[in-house]
Structures are given as C-alpha cells and as structure tokens.
C-alpha cells in the first residue's frame, strides 16, 4: 500500500500513467540560457560599486526628512492649540449680558423663597 499526500505539491502531480510529472517540458537550451544569464547577470552586479559616502548621504537624508516631519507635526498642533482656544474665547464671548436666572442683580442674597430644611445636629 502506498501512501499519497492529499494535496500535491505543485506541478508534481501524476499523470494519467502513474508517472511523476515535474512541471512544464523544458524547451531545448534553457539550461544553457540561464546559465548565461546567471553569467551576465553577476557581471553587471560585479560593475555596481556603491558612493563612498552613500550611508552618509542617506543617513543625513532621512534626518532631514524626520526634523521636518517633527517642525510639521509641532506647528499643526500649535495651530490646532491656538484655534480651538480663540473658538472657545469667541464663545465665551457670544454670553449674553443681560443678568440671568441665577442671579438678581443687585447682589443681596433673597430669602423670600423657602429655604431647605437643615440637617439635625
């Protein structure tokens, strides 16, 4: 008895015989095609030298790029700070002047109205 994985890996599934099949036929000289690729491919990568000072550059780049991102981030809130506080002065504002409910206007306190009972003790 033979034991068979349920789920094949792929392209190594059987075909209809029984034999294992590993992926699409090859086309004839694709062994020496990547093989001369893999070639130019590492001589081009052997060319590339990197800047002497590519870290550098990169590094100062990305300090650059975060102090501004902080200045960026600090005005906004400061805007923001500053905004929400004139909206709530210009509401504070907006009161009116007439006197209101709670107070009488002349400030003596009025004991006309029924006072609450105090506590025994």
Do not use: C
């Amino acid at each position: 008895m033979k034991h068979q994985d349920a789920t094949p890996s792929r392209g190594t599934s059987q075909d209809r015989t029984g034999h294992e099949r590993s992926g699409p036929p090859r086309p004839p000289g694709a062994e020496r095609t990547e093989r001369e690729l893999a070639d130019a491919l590492h001589a081009l990568a052997g060319g590339v030298l990197p800047a002497p000072d590519a870290y550098r550059t990169a590094r100062g780049e990305w300090l650059r790029r975060e102090r501004r991102r902080r200045l960026v981030l600090t005005v906004l809130v400061a805007v923001v700070f500053a905004l929400a506080t004139l909206i709530g002065l210009w509401v504070l504002n907006q009161a009116p002047a007439e006197p209101g409910v709670i107070f009488s206007g002349d400030g003596a306190a009025s004991a006309d109205g029924p006072s609450l009972p105090r506590p025994p003790g």
